[in-house]
């Protein structure tokens, strides 16, 4: 069975920041990695997905993820946030066409 | 093109009452998925249809949810009789079937909250 850990429920970081999202997971078998956002009553967006291939991944608004296969992490940054990239950030794997498997999401606070 | 809708957006019920969440996926989309975000907990796959048929429903907790999706269109996820533990969001995804063996992207409504007093 797959897993995922993110491990800081909240990170609070001053605007213009850099800032990472820690994601780890736990799977016998290869699987696809993904982040998604919920801003703030809006239903969750998918900000980038790891399939193959380049194990940097870009998605939008800046952000960027590496799979990192030794560790068996796919942790999410940014060099820069703004105050609208406060949301909650969830990490997610999925084997196939089975099932998103999400970790428990990480509240990003940016003030200014 | 209009995303994933779900109804209601809010729906607060008294424990044992029956509650009926509507999800309406994006045109096109054969495959349907519902998911619960428990409090301050993980969210977590309730179930998994391909057109009208149930390809999944291994996250379902219980025999009090009923999910149904006649015609391959909109589902309804009926909760009966509503139980406290059952507070929640509720999601709802859509996503292509992949003729090319790829994986598809799953998108999300916005959740219906569920409240049971």
């Known amino acids: 069975a797959q897993s995922v850990t993110q491990l800081d429920s909240q990170v609070p970081v001053f605007e213009e920041a850099p800032v990472e999202l820690r994601c780890n997971y736990s799977?016998?078998?290869?699987?696809?990695l993904f982040w998604y956002v919920q801003y703030p009553n809006q239903g969750l967006q998918l900000l980038l997905k790891?399939?193959?291939?380049?194990?940097l991944v870009k998605g939008i608004n800046g952000f960027e993820a590496e799979f990192n296969k030794s560790q068996t992490s796919f942790h999410l940054r940014k060099p820069s946030v703004h105050i609208s990239d406060t949301a909650e950030y969830f990490c997610?794997?999925?084997?196939?066409?089975?099932?998103?498997?999400f970790g428990t999401g990480t509240r990003l606070l940016v003030s200014p | 093109e209009a995303g994933v809708t779900q109804f209601p957006s809010h729906s607060v019920i008294e424990k044992g009452q029956t509650v009926t969440l509507r999800c309406d996926p994006i045109?096109?989309?054969?495959?349907l998925y519902w998911y619960r975000r428990v409090m301050g907990k993980e969210i977590k796959f309730l179930l998994h249809?391909?057109?009208?048929?149930?390809?999944?429903e291994s996250g379902m907790p219980n025999n009090r949810f009923l999910a149904e999706r006649t015609g391959g269109t909109y589902s309804t996820l009926k909760v009966q009789p509503a139980e406290l533990e059952d507070s929640g969001v509720y999601f709802c995804?859509?996503?292509?079937?992949?003729?090319?063996?790829?994986?598809?992207?799953?998108?999300f409504g916005p959740g219906t909250r569920l409240t049971v007093l």
């Open positions: 790891y399939l193959s291939g380049s194990t």
């Open positions: 045109s096109g989309h054969d495959n």
């Open positions: 799977s016998s078998v290869s699987v696809y």
């Open positions: 995804a859509s996503s292509q079937e992949s003729t090319s063996g790829g994986v598809t992207e799953q998108f």
């Open positions: 997610a794997v999925r084997r196939g066409f089975q099932k998103l498997v």
């Open positions: 249809f391909v057109k009208e048929s149930k390809q999944d």
